[in-house]
C-alpha cells in the first residue's frame, strides 16, 4: 500500500486512540533486533531467541548459504516509525517494520488464516492481525495473543551504504509460520499407566494450548489429553463455513506432532466422573486416571429442540465434520430448513444457498442477531440473506418434523405453515459440557458453567477449567464474571492455564475478539457488548460497509465492521491498552482517526 504516516488531527478521541502512535516514539528502547545506520549486521530478534537460523527444530538443517537469500529491500529513509511494508526478496516475501529508528522482518502473513499482516496494526511492538486479533511480536515472531497456534518466522536485517538489506531463510520464507521450540517428557512412561503430572480434558482450542504451552514452557513430566471426538483436534468454526471439508483438510496438528513433543492424545476417550478428593477420573470403559493438575475444556454441547418426530432421520446438531458432509451431500438441489438464527445456524444457511434448491430460516426472534449486533445490523444481514435467495420465517417455532420412510420431508411450524424439507439443521444454541461434573467438588453455576478466577482455577485445589465451560472476570467490565464462548478465547485460556500450572503466576487480561464469514463477507467484532442501550453506526449498512460501535451509558463497549479492516483490530488495541472511548467521540461521523495510515 502506498503512502507515509501522517498525523491525527487533535480531537478528544482521536488522541486517545492516536497515543498508540505517539507511544511507540517515546517509549524505553524495546529489545527489539536493534538495526541503525551505525549498527553492524545482527540478528532479529530478543537476545537469547532464536533468529532465522535456529527458530525452530524444523529449520536448523537448513545452514547452508544456498538455503538463504539475501535482498536489499529500501532505502533507510522509505520508512518512517511505525510504518510497515511487504517486500519481495526473490524467494518469498516478509514485511519490513521500523520502530524506534529500528528495522526488524518478520513473515508477512498471519498463520492462522494467512491475512496481509501489511493490512494490520502496529503497536508497542508487535502487530495485530486485521481478520482475526491475533497478536504477534515483532521482534521475536512470537504469537502473544490468539487465534492460532503457530508463531511468525524472523529474518535478519542490517543497513548498508543507507540500503536495508534482508537475509532470510528460503524455507521460513515459504512457510510463513514457526512452531516454538518445545521440551520433551523426560520420565519413562508406560502408556496404561493410571496417573498423569496434567491431565486435559478436551481437545479443542484450550485443552491444545495448554498442552503446547507445557512443553513450550519446558514442562517434562507427563500430559495426557483426552476427547470423545474420534478425530484429532480440528478448526470446528469452519464446519459451518465449509460444509464439504474432511477433518483431515481441518486437521490443527497431526500425531507425528503430538508424538515429537510427547502429547498423549486419547480420541473416543468419555470421561464419567471427577473426584478432587482423590484427585482421579474416571472414563466410561472404566479405566481411571489420577492426576496432579487437571484441566476441564470440554466445550459446550446443543441445546436439544423439543418438536414431534424424534425419529425421523437427517435432522442434525452440526457437531462433527461427518455431520457437516452429510449435510451438504443431503441438500444438493434439495431443500434445507435451517431452525435457528444463531451465528452457526446462519453460517450453515449461507454455505448452503448455491448446493440447495431452496434454504429457508426459522428464527424466534422478529430479526437475527438483534441481541447480539443490534437490530439495524441485524436487518442489514435479513436483507444479504434474502437477497441470496433465503426465506425467512421469523417469530416462529417447530412443532413437528415430519418423513416418508424415515426420511425428512416436512417441517411443520407451531403457526401452521409446513416447509418443504430434506435436511433440517438444528442451531438453537448451546450450554456447557459439564454434567458429568454434578458430584466432583467443583463449583458450577446454575447454568452449568464453572466459575473460574483471572488464573483459570476452579474452587478446587489443581483444577483449571477454560473454553466454553467458564465464567471469568473480565477486566474490561471490572472484572465481573462472564461467558464468552470465543475460539479466540478458548485459546487465551489454554495459554493462561498452562502458565499457571507451571507455576507462573499470570492473569488474564485479552479483548474477546470474534468473527464469522457469511457469502463471502465478514463481520469482526471486539470487546464485550452484553448490556449494549445504543448502537452508533457509521458508514453504508445497506453497503455492507459499515462500523457498529456498542455503548452502554456513554462508553463504548465493543464494535463490529463490515469491509473496514482493520478498524475492529485498531479499537481491539485501545480496549487492550485499557483507554476507554466515549460515545460522544464515535457519534462524529469523522472516520479518519481508524484508518491505518502507517502502512506502505
Given at each position: ?18 497515543l ?10 524495546s ?30 538443517p537448513?545452514?547452508?548459504?544456498r ?37 526488524c ?66 524455507q ?14 523426560s ?52 464446519l ?29 476417550k ?36 423439543n ?44 454455505a ?24 439495524k ?40 405453515k ?11 444454541g ?9 458430584q ?30 467458564v ?43 470474534f ?33 457498529a460501535f ?5 462508553e ?9 479492516d482493520?478498524?475492529?483490530?485498531r ?9 476507554t ?20
Open positions: 500500500m502506498g503512502g507515509c504516516l501522517s498525523k491525527p488531527k487533535p480531537v478528544e478521541v482521536k488522541v486517545e486512540l492516536t498508540l502512535e505517539k507511544e511507540k516514539e517515546t517509549d524505553a528502547m529489545p527489539n533486533g536493534k538495526v541503525s545506520p551505525f549498527s553492524d549486521c545482527r540478528p532479529n530478534g530478543a537476545p537469547g531467541h532464536c533468529s532465522d537460523d535456529d527458530t525452530s527444530a524444523m529449520l536448523r537448513y545452514h547452508k548459504p538455503d538463504y537469500v539475501e535482498a536489499s529491500v529500501c532505502h533507510v529513509k522509505d520508512l518512517e516509525n511505525g510504518q510497515m511494508r511487504e517486500v519481495d526478496l526473490g524467494s518469498g516475501r516478509a514485511l519490513l517494520i521500523k520502530e524506534h529508528g529500528e528495522f522482518a518478520i513473515g508477512h502473513k498471519c498463520p492462522h488464516y494467512g491475512a496481509p499482516l501489511v493490512k494490520g496494526v502496529l503497536s508497542k511492538g508487535h502487530i495485530r492481525c486485521p481478520w482475526h486479533g491475533a497478536c504477534f511480536n515483532i521482534a521475536t515472531g512470537d504469537i502473544e495473543d490468539f487465534p492460532g497456534l503457530d508463531s511468525l518466522p524472523t529474518f535478519q536485517v542490517r543497513v548498508e551504504k543507507d540500503k536495508v538489506i534482508i537475509r532470510a531463510n528460503k521460513a520464507l515459504q512457510s510463513q509460520r514457526r512452531t516454538k521450540s518445545m521440551s520433551r517428557c520420565a519413562v512412561i508406560n502408556s496404561s499407566t493410571g496417573f498423569s503430572h496434567i491431565l486435559i480434558i478436551g481437545a479443542g482450542p484450550a485443552g491444545l494450548v495448554c498442552g503446547e504451552t507445557l512443553r513450550q514452557e519446558g514442562f517434562t513430566d507427563r500430559i495426557v489429553m483426552c476427547t470423545m471426538d474420534k478425530h484429532l483436534p480440528y478448526d470446528r468454526p469452519k459451518s463455513k465449509s460444509l464439504e471439508s474432511t477433518a483431515e483438510q481441518l486437521r490443527l496438528r497431526s500425531m507425528d506432532f503430538f508424538q515429537a513433543h510427547d502429547i498423549e492424545l486419547l480420541t473416543e468419555e470421561v464419567v466422573s471427577v473426584d478432587v478428593r482423590t484427585k482421579t477420573v474416571t472414563f466410561q470403559d472404566g479405566l481411571k486416571m489420577e492426576y496432579r493438575k487437571l484441566l476441564i475444556a470440554t466445550g459446550s454441547r446443543p441445546k436439544p429442540l418438536y414431534k418426530g424424534k425419529d425421523v432421520e437427517n435432522v442434525f446438531y452440526l457437531r462433527t465434520p461427518e455431520d457437516a458432509n452429510s449435510i451438504a451431500r443431503l441438500a444438493n438441489n434439495k431443500n434445507a430448513v435451517i431452525v435457528g438464527t444463531s451465528f452457526v445456524g446462519m453460517e450453515v444457511a449461507a448452503l444457498t448455491d448446493k440447495a434448491h431452496s434454504v429457508s430460516v426459522i428464527g424466534i426472534e422478529a430479526i437475527p442477531f438483534r441481541k447480539s449486533l443490534g437490530e445490523v441485524g436487518k442489514a444481514i435479513m436483507k444479504m440473506f434474502e437477497t441470496n435467495r433465503v426465506k425467512f420465517y421469523m417469530q416462529n417455532e417447530v412443532s413437528e418434523m415430519r418423513g416418508h420412510h424415515g426420511q425428512l420431508k416436512e417441517v411443520v411450524l407451531k403457526s401452521g409446513v416447509l418443504r424439507a430434506d435436511v433440517c439443521v438444528i442451531g438453537t448451546s450450554g456447557p459440557a459439564t454434567a458429568f461434573l454434578k466432583s467438588g467443583i463449583h458450577m453455576d446454575s447454568k452449568g458453567f464453572i466459575p473460574v478466577t483471572k488464573t483459570m482455577q476452579t474452587n478446587a485445589d489443581g483444577v483449571f477449567a477454560g473454553g466454553d465451560v465464567t471469568f472476570p473480565l477486566s474490561a467490565r471490572s472484572n465481573k464474571k462472564v461467558n464468552v464462548s470465543h475460539w479466540q478465547m478458548a485459546h487465551v485460556h489454554g495459554r493462561v492455564a498452562a502458565l499457571n500450572m507451571m507455576g507462573t503466576t499470570t492473569e488474564i487480561k485479552t479483548v474477546p475478539y468473527w464469522t464469514a457469511m457469502f463471502g463477507k465478514s463481520i469482526r467484532y471486539a470487546g464485550y457488548g452484553e448490556g449494549f442501550d445504543d448502537v452508533i453506526i457509521q458508514g453504508d449498512l445497506d453497503e455492507l460497509k459499515f462500523v456498542y455503548t452502554k451509558s456513554e463504548v463497549i465493543a464494535v463490529a465492521s463490515m469491509n473496514y482493520p478498524i475492529v483490530s479499537v481491539a488495541e485501545v480496549f487492550g491498552s485499557g483507554k472511548i466515549k460515545k460522544r467521540d464515535v457519534e462524529t461521523g469523522d472516520m479518519s482517526w481508524l484508518i491505518d495510515k502507517g502502512t506502505q
